[in-house]
């Protein structure tokens, strides 16, 4: 469940572990996963196609997990410090 998408591939990124971070705060935030299924397999296929249940979160929250969890690395923060800043701006 927390490896980035690119990762699966044989292709990580400099944003991989932006990916793990986002997925491993969305767990403790909601406590639970983001999926309906629970096989490896199902879950894996969710998340390649951006099926993330982020409705636990703030509408605020949301927002900036969605970008981390973006199926396109380039498309998240640049570093984990950038989004771990965001995420909290977002939270006051």
Do not use: W
């Not at 570093?79 to 800043?85: L, T």
Request: hydrophobic share 40%.
């Amino acid at each position: 469940a927390y490896i980035s998408p690119e990762s699966l591939d044989g292709n990580p990124s400099n944003h991989s572990d932006q990916f793990s971070l986002a997925m491993s705060y969305l767990e403790l935030r909601t406590g639970g996963l983001p999926f309906e299924s629970h096989s490896t397999q199902q879950v894996v296929a969710e998340r390649m196609k951006g099926i993330i249940d982020l409705s636990g979160l703030t509408p605020a929250e949301a927002k900036v997990i969605r970008r981390a969890l973006s199926l396109n690395p380039d498309a998240r923060f640049d570093s984990c410090m950038d989004f771990v800043e965001t995420l909290r701006a977002a939270m006051l």
